[in-house]
């Protein structure tokens, strides 16, 4: 049963998050264009909702994929060097990578630490601005998880490539 | 400490090993706080603020109403009204292609994903009548490039961003270069097609069949005239004609033409989101990097070095468009075009050169570079689909370079037939 759950969560979670922050970002956008026509005004609320989704939908993409291997990269010279420094040669760009994103999230729990001591209330929406942000600190812990997922899939054989 | 001199090295070094494009911008902009002595939080910070601009949501927005449309249907009777247009003459399933590129790009904003929606489609379809599988995946490759030219168009919204200008006026100044493109790219198929005697189809053209396709496809075709005649006749603001698209896109693929299904739509939405999780997740690192720039005064050296062509625009822009190419081969066009506007823009500014031109001609370079390896996205899309290498698409796709660079000398020299549109529509630019 536990299994099973956590085989659905790493198989949808990302996924589904996105979705529901992307739907929400074109429905809000379309309510707006009906709501201007029929009661001829715009509310500050809609631009604030499709923004949070754009973001959710950018990070938790991002985190999506880590777990895809999506991210682009230059592959022209990697494929150019013998297979063993190839291999050598992602493991150093992911440690950098995986380095950024420790450094990342620790630099944003300071920040979130002071957002939290300070109030700074969305116009439209009415709620603390800091709510929305924790989107960035969630998404940085997902995305090293994914990664060092994508680490035990490959030391474990169940991946053949890294890339 | 050399600070720009630092990012740069950081930034193209982690790139070369392999760390993904917006990571390494981010550990270039960890280089350049250091260096300036910034509170890192900065970083932290501008990974939500860079986000903050409303316009933005323009960017998923296009680019889900596009997979939705594909999904949807619309690009099969694109490909009908097309081949009803085009088809009998030599080359005919090669100018097609083009043909529905260009109809594909007024209803996406993006080159790859217009050389998938027609590509796929088409590809195969011209590898049955004996094309090269490399010709074949070049076709789609540069025609897909229309994408960004075309409006709606991702590459134009974000250059409108990193420069503070209008994006309908942007919008309708990539029409005649866009429409120009494509007759240049079907010329180029056409003498081509003459060369290896590719044939057309055998339904000879006629008006009528013509007219029926056009009539099937009329919800397909009317995707463009809502998006845009909204834009233009002030209904809806660009966000807006977006989100009207999506759901366009998707009523028409739901209820119309009933290709798409609820399993599409939820692999639309995973496939925008991925989209933007890689591409559009470089706006959060490098907002840091692009402050660096002015804090370094970037701009300002820019103009001593570029003291050597004693301010004669066409030269200027002729080397702008040089490094454009250049560093197009090697970076994803978004990235490109966000820190390099930053870059050049001012001082392009100040030498008076259009402000709409210079984004037309950004987005033509970059697309350049889009075509030709090591980094040519679309390229990587049409190898994929013509199942041939990409080595040998990018040979393929030489020629059809040509009409790109036409146009990029014909931008350095002449303005006005350009900016013409947008002057028409708006009044000429203050």
Avoid at chain 2, 263 to 284: D, H, P, R
């Amino acid at each position: 049963m536990f299994g099973k759950i956590i085989g659905l969560l790493d198989k949808y979670f990302e996924e589904v998050l996105c979705a529901v922050f992307l739907t929400t970002m074109s429905s809000c956008i379309m309510l707006q264009v009906v709501l201007r026509y029929v009661f001829g005004e715009a509310s500050a609320w809609v631009e604030e909702v499709s923004i949070i989704g754009m973001i959710g939908g950018v990070y938790f993409g991002a985190a999506l994929a880590v777990r895809n291997k999506d991210h682009l990269r230059i592959v022209f010279v990697l494929n150019m060097m013998p297979k063993r420094l190839k291999t050598i040669m992602i493991i150093v760009s992911d440690i950098l990578w995986m380095g950024f994103l420790i450094f990342l999230l620790l630099q944003s729990i300071i920040f979130m630490k002071l957002l939290f001591t300070t109030h700074y209330i969305l116009p439209g929406l009415g709620i603390e601005n800091r709510w929305p942000q924790l989107i960035i600190p969630i998404s940085l812990v997902l995305m090293i998880i994914r990664m060092v997922q994508v680490y035990v899939r490959w030391i474990t054989k169940k991946d053949k490539e890294l890339i | 400490m050399n600070g720009p001199l630092w990012m740069g090295i950081i930034f193209v070094a982690t790139m070369v090993i392999g760390v993904p494009i917006p990571f390494a911008a981010g550990l270039a902009a960890i280089a350049g706080v250091y260096i300036i002595d910034m509170p890192m939080t900065l970083l932290a910070q501008s990974a939500y603020t860079a986000f903050e601009s409303f316009p933005l949501v323009t960017i998923p927005l296009f680019t889900l109403a596009g997979k939705l449309m594909e999904r949807g249907g619309m690009s099969e009777h694109l490909i009908t009204i097309s081949k009803r247009l085009v088809g009998s003459f030599k080359g005919g399933m090669g100018m097609v292609t083009v043909v529905a590129c260009m109809f594909f790009a007024a209803l996406s904003g993006s080159g790859p994903a217009t050389t998938a929606a027609i590509g796929s489609i088409t590809i195969p379809g011209m590898i049955k009548e004996g094309y090269k599988p490399r010709f074949a995946g070049a076709i789609a490759a540069a025609g897909g490039a229309l994408g960004s030219m075309i409006p709606p168009s991702n590459l134009l919204i974000i250059y409108a961003l990193s420069s503070d200008q209008s994006i309908p006026r942007l919008f309708l100044a990539g029409i005649i270069p866009g429409l120009f493109l494509t007759l240049l790219l079907l010329l180029v198929t056409f003498v081509l097609s003459m060369r290896h005697n590719y044939g057309g189809s055998d339904v000879r053209f006629s008006i009528g069949l013509l007219l029926r396709a056009v009539w099937e496809g009329k919800w397909a075709i009317g995707a463009p005239v809502i998006i845009l005649g909204g834009i233009y006749t002030g209904v809806f603001t660009p966000t807006e004609a977006a989100a009207v698209a999506v759901f366009y896109g998707f009523f028409v693929g739901l209820f119309i033409y009933r290709k798409l299904t609820w399993m599409g739509l939820y692999e639309s939405l995973k496939f925008t989101a991925v989209i933007i999780g890689t591409v559009l997740f470089i706006l959060g690192s490098s907002k840091a990097f692009g402050q660096m720039v002015t804090l370094y005064d970037i701009p300002e050296q820019i103009s001593t070095i570029f003291a050597v062509f004693e301010s004669t625009p066409w030269m200027v822009m002729l080397v702008i468009g040089l490094i454009y190419v250049i560093a197009g081969m090697w970076i994803e066009t978004v990235p490109q075009v966000i820190i390099f506007t930053a870059v050049f823009f001012p001082y392009v500014q100040s030498l008076g050169i259009d402000p709409i031109l210079f984004g037309i001609f950004t987005v033509m370079t970059c697309e350049v570079g889009f075509l030709t390896p090591p980094i040519g996205v679309n390229l990587f899309v049409a190898s994929r689909i013509s199942k041939t290498t990409i080595e040998d698409v990018s040979i393929g796709v030489l020629p059809f370079l040509l009409p790109y660079i036409f146009i990029i000398i014909l931008m350095a020299f002449f303005s006005s037939w350009v900016t013409f549109l947008p002057d028409l529509v708006y009044g000429p630019q203050l």
